[in-house]
């Protein structure tokens, strides 16, 4: 972006240019603009002095009613929608303080718009993580509910198995108590007979002895006293089996139960994760629509930065040695000279803008992005006095604010009568105000090209300058500030239409 140095110094200079020709002028014939109808001279160029007239005010900074006219208090200096600068001008370098502020309000807008995009982007990845994880969670939910489902049935499986061998081990410790039984019978047989082993089947009794006393083999005999030992000996080993496999399934039941506890516990904490999941989605939810109303008046704060350096751009200075206005002027003049009847270059009507108001900043002001010079510009009263011609009011007062005679008007200086042939509408507007720098370049464009054809021709463009004003040294003056712009910038060709 150019920086604009010494901005307040180059408009000095700008105003002393114009007053060192005035003041040389001074001592020369008087310059004069010429009524193309009457053939004769009728105002003052803005070379010679020009009076602000009472009531002239500069354009309010802080418009605030868009029915408001160019010079009442609420005007609203923004450019019309449907008359964009020319896209000839885009690459254009300027300069100016308002469009680096300008600028820098829709950068750091960019900018905080750019953060709450990436803020609402990370805002809903996340929701996507989440709905990612819930769909996870869901199926993972599932498989802990057929696992609780199968470690119920293992538990339940074991609780059966284990009662089936309690049953089995309690049966088969009454089997043994029978037996036991029958060996009490053969204690009694050994007390009868006075057995003096007596504690041979105490121990046979107790199962922990063999049966091998002499009186009970000869009392019951030998087969009998063996078959109820082997049969203690069998049971007392089928109970061991028993409890033991009836200790193993209340371990298997223990553990079943253990397991369906902690698949139990895996199905509930996958619940409680569903359940923050789902309790996080909402949240996510409900920043992201915060996030998108944050989005939404971050973008309207760019729409509002981008569109208040529209008109800062177009009050804008061009950048270029020698080049002193500003870039709503080359876009009138560009327009202007596109539209004109004849072949006629931008710096032609540049030129006339140049000596006559340089470019709208006579009487202190500079022109707004709408074209109006923030001073109205209106010239001496044409009542014959000072060597001016003298002309009775022709448009009521309605251009130059004078019921009694008339005034030279606006940027590219038009007297009223000399308007009202040749006023045209360079903005669109549907109004042909020669106060505005786009309707005053159409109208001097149209006034140029009467009768001629090329003013890139110079013989055609001298002859047009002076029709504008009959003076030889004003075509001089005018003609080297048009070269001087010819040469110091150059503006990319329209664009061939497409075929």
Same mark, same amino acid.
């Given at each position: ?18 007053? *060192? ?15 193309? *109808? ?29 029915? *408001? ?40 807008? =960019? ?135 009836? +200790? ?11 397991? =369906? ?55 804008? +200075? ?26 006629? =270059? ?111 021709? =110079? ?41």
């Amino acid at each position: 972006m150019a920086i604009r140095n010494d901005s307040h110094g180059r408009t000095r200079r700008r105003i002393a240019a114009v007053v *060192a020709v005035a003041v040389g002028l001074a001592v020369a014939p008087p310059v004069a603009a010429v009524d193309p *109808a009457a053939g004769r001279p009728v105002a003052a160029s803005a070379l010679a002095e020009h009076a602000f007239e009472p009531g002239a005010q500069d354009a309010p900074a802080i418009p605030d009613d868009p029915t *408001a006219g160019p010079y009442d208090p609420g005007f609203v200096d923004d450019p019309r929608l449907d008359n964009p600068p020319s896209p000839r001008l885009d690459d254009l370098d300027l300069s100016g303080d308002e469009l680096d502020a300008r600028r820098g309000d829709l950068d750091a807008a =960019e900018a905080r718009r750019d953060d709450a995009a990436d803020e609402l982007d990370a805002i809903r990845d996340h929701r996507d993580d989440l709905a990612t994880e819930r769909v996870r969670l869901a199926e993972e939910l599932e498989a802990r509910e057929a696992d609780v489902v199968a470690r119920r049935e293992d538990r339940r499986r074991a609780h059966e198995l284990h009662v089936r061998r309690t049953t089995q081990a309690q049966v088969a410790a009454d089997e043994l108590e029978d037996a036991r039984a029958l060996l009490r019978d053969l204690v009694i047989a050994a007390y009868v007979s006075e057995s003096s082993a007596q504690s041979d089947v105490v121990v046979a009794l107790t199962g922990t002895g063999a049966v091998d006393d002499a009186v009970l083999r000869l009392a019951l005999g030998d087969g009998a006293a063996t078959g109820r030992e082997a049969d203690v000996r069998r049971l007392s080993a089928a109970l061991d089996r028993a409890e033991a496999r009836r +200790d193993a399934a209340r371990d298997a039941l223990e553990a079943a139960r253990e397991e =369906e506890a902690r698949s139990i516990d895996a199905r509930d904490a996958t619940l409680t994760a569903i359940a923050d999941n789902e309790a996080a989605q909402e949240a996510a939810r409900v920043d992201e629509q915060d996030a998108v109303e944050v989005l939404a008046r971050r973008d309207r704060d760019v729409l509002v930065a981008l569109v208040a350096v529209a008109p800062a751009r177009l009050r804008a +200075d061009v950048v270029g040695d020698g080049i002193d206005f500003p870039l709503v002027a080359l876009d009138a003049w560009v327009k202007a000279a596109e539209a004109a009847p004849c072949r006629v =270059e931008w710096w032609a009507l540049a030129g006339i803008s140049r000596v006559e108001s340089g470019h709208g900043t006579h009487g202190g002001g500079r022109l707004g992005a709408r074209g109006y010079p923030s001073v109205r510009i209106v010239g001496p009263r044409l009542d014959g006095s000072f060597g001016f011609a003298r002309i009775r009011d022709t448009d009521g007062g309605r251009w130059d604010g004078d019921t009694g005679f008339d005034r030279a008007v606006g940027p590219m200086q038009f007297i009223p009568s000399t308007w009202s042939r040749w006023g045209a509408d360079g903005d669109g507007d549907g109004v042909a105000d020669p106060n505005t720098i786009y309707d005053a370049a159409a109208a001097a464009a149209r006034y140029l090209c009467a009768g001629r054809s090329d003013l890139t021709d =110079e013989a055609q463009l001298r002859s047009a300058y002076f029709s504008y004003n009959h003076s030889d040294l004003y075509v001089a003056v005018v003609l080297a500030a048009a070269h001087g712009y010819r040469d110091a910038l150059t503006v990319p060709p329209p664009e061939a239409p497409p075929a």
